[in-house]
């Protein structure tokens, strides 16, 4: 077969398994990554459909890079310098505490002596990214506190393979004589590549991102977004570090930009595909005669180094701040090997510390661990605690109407019941898995999705719709949504239900169409009935409970342009006498300010 045919044939190959595969093993419960790396191993290694699976590897690892560019756009730069302890701490724990765990276990063995067995270890003690981060993208839980510690420990891992590359040149005997001084240049040239990439990253990407929006060309902008992309990991492997590090630091570099959410939208369907194709390169790679010929030390070795991370990894997790639930969560997602100890390994016995047999072992051993990864991570599932947050599939079909409503609470099922009476149709979304099945028990088509992201409210017909109604039950979710579409759907107006009365402060300084307390309305109708039932007139109560509207709403206004303390003088701390709002029986109780009283201010009132 020609050159050019071959290349056709392996791709249809690739994308075939994909699409065999993933629906299969989703459907299972096992996972779409288990499903990829089936379909290698069974393209590869069994039918030998493809042979060089290396090759494949090596452009397919560009998924992982778009990955941690994504990745790197939510994350903005205020958040990194936050994570920082996780990070140097807990990342910085794990590679060291781990890597001397595994040295000892490789030493004792017997299969290596002390210098190869401290490359093993080490190399053993790096994680996967590619794999981690695709379980926490299918799972929505990248932004979740154990997400976000998972993330640290391993941008921490990626930036280890810097020293350790450098220390297999030391224990090669390439550290003396006039290459002595090659890990620190190593390491400065690192470290110079990083600040460039930061300078470049500040000065120059909006800029040329705001000339190509000018020329309303998409596919210029698609060009340009995968320009930055690969330009930043090529010039991070040049340096020495990974391309998946270049892609962060570039998407890092965006995060605050206007245009970031255009380009995740654009980046998104290239990282799904490749990252697909690096999974299933993954399996091409496995060298089923490696397995076969150490059959009895793989099935002992596997389970023994997954089991030692997880443990340490836990202990770690805990002894740092992790609730039991999180550091479960992190130990069952982290004890792989990664795909830097490829690198490793191979670099390892390229300078004689361990025989090339020795290192195809090793690379087995870390193929297997990515593969059980995922059953892993759904067994942990079993030592938590208290309920776990349930995902439905994403199907938009039939969705977009004049009101698009995010999160379909108790205060969002009142409301929507109101536009439904007046003839409105509604699109409703929710990340409730519960919560939908509830509605469609009732006769509603509720749409399930992540409002917080872009490419479910673009599937939700966002374009269309005239109001997005907003009434989401956790605050910070609330507040990610509004900026979500006061950056990216100007045109639509915003009706948001806040959470209290600071929240409804901030959506008012945020310029929100409109916004309401859930418990306003409830609680002047409460009131009311309460008074009604004490004898006070109908007529009388409706006017008392206005008449606190009022003072309400000028209060906010206050609240607003002076702080939270004005309009203390607006509240009531005693029974006014006489009532507010009745008629005085005599002129001179026309002089006093019934209304009038001071009191403390509460955030919730």
């Known amino acids: 077969m020609s050159a050019p045919n071959a290349f056709f044939f392996e791709t249809i190959l690739l994308l075939g398994g994909a699409v065999v595969a993933a629906p299969i093993f989703k459907k299972l419960g096992l996972g779409t990554v288990l499903g990829y790396l089936a379909a290698g191993v069974v393209i590869g290694p069994v039918f030998h459909g493809i042979t060089d699976g290396e090759q494949i590897l090596g452009v397919a690892e560009l998924g992982v890079v778009f990955l941690l560019f994504i990745i790197g756009l939510e994350l903005k730069p205020s958040r990194l310098w936050q994570m920082r302890r996780d990070i140097f701490g807990l990342g910085t724990a794990q590679v060291v505490v781990t890597g001397l765990a595994l040295t000892a ?69 390439g550290g003396g004589g006039e290459g002595g001084d090659q890990p620190f240049l190593d390491f400065a040239i690192a470290i110079g590549a990083v600040i460039a990439m930061i300078v470049m990253g500040r000065y120059l990407l909006t800029p040329l991102f705001q000339v190509i929006a000018r020329t309303g060309a998409r596919e210029a902008m698609i060009a340009a977004a995968l320009f930055v992309v690969m330009g930043s990991a090529t010039l991070m492997q040049f340096a020495g570090l990974s391309m998946a590090m270049g892609a962060f630091l570039s998407g890092i570099m965006l995060a605050e930009s206007s245009y970031r959410h255009e380009l995740e939208a654009d980046i998104e369907p290239f990282r799904g595909v490749l990252l697909a194709i690096f999974f299933i390169a993954v399996g091409l790679s496995l060298e089923l005669q490696v397995l076969v010929d150490n059959a009895l030390f793989i099935v002992a ?37 990664g795909e830097f100890g490829f690198v490793l390994f191979t670099a390892a016995a ?95 088509r509720i749409y399930f999705g992540d409002g917080t992201r872009k490419d479910v409210l673009r599937s939700a017909g966002i374009d269309k719709a005239k109001i997005v109604v907003v009434c989401t039950q956790k605050r910070e979710i609330t507040d990610k949504v509004v900026e979500l579409v006061q950056a990216d759907y100007p045109h639509a107006k915003l009706f948001v239900r806040s959470y209290d009365r600071i929240h409804s402060i901030a959506l008012r300084n945020l310029n929100v169409d409109y916004e309401l307390r859930e418990t306003l309305e409830s609680g002047l109708l409460f009131g009311r009935r309460t008074l009604q039932a004490l004898g006070v007139g109908e007529a009388e109560a409706y006017e008392i409970g206005e008449d606190i509207r009022r003072r309400d709403e000028e209060r906010l206004v206050l609240q607003v342009s002076e702080g939270l303390q004005a309009g203390r003088d607006m509240l009531f701390s005693h029974p006014v006498r006489p009532e507010p709002l009745v008629k005085p029986k005599r002129s001179m109780e026309m002089d006093a300010d019934p209304l009038a009283g001071p009191a403390d201010v509460t955030a919730d009132a």
């Open 105 to 173: 276990l490789a030493y004792l063995s017997g299969v290596l002596e002390w210098r190869g067995s401290i490359v093993a270890g080490f190399g053993l003690a790096l994680s996967s990214t590619a794999f981690a981060m695709q379980i926490l993208e299918g799972t929505g839980e990248v932004n979740t506190k154990y997400g976000q510690r998972s993330f640290s420990v391993l941008l921490l891992q990626d930036l280890a393979i810097v020293p350790l590359l450098a220390l297999i040149t030391v224990l090669g005997g």
């Open 301 to 337: 070795a596997v389970p023994i180094i997954m089991a030692v991370k997880a443990a340490v990894i836990y202990a770690l997790c805990r002894a740092s701040g992790s609730s039991h639930n999180d550091a479960i969560r992190i130990a069952f997602l982290l004890p792989q090997g």
């Open 350 to 444: 390229t300078a004689g510390l361990m025989p090339s047999s020795t290192a195809s072992l090793l690379v087995a051993i870390v193929t297997l661990t990515m593969a059980l990864t995922p059953i892993g991570s759904a067994l942990s599932r079993r030592l938590l605690t208290g309920d776990e947050h349930e995902e439905l599939d994403e199907d938009f079909e039939g969705a977009g109407a004049d009101v698009l409503m995010v999160g379909f609470s108790r205060f969002g099922q009142i409301a929507a019941q109101i536009l439904l009476a007046g003839g409105r149709d509604v699109t409703v979304i929710d990340f409730s898995a519960d919560r939908i099945r509830q509605a469609s028990s009732f006769g509603f």
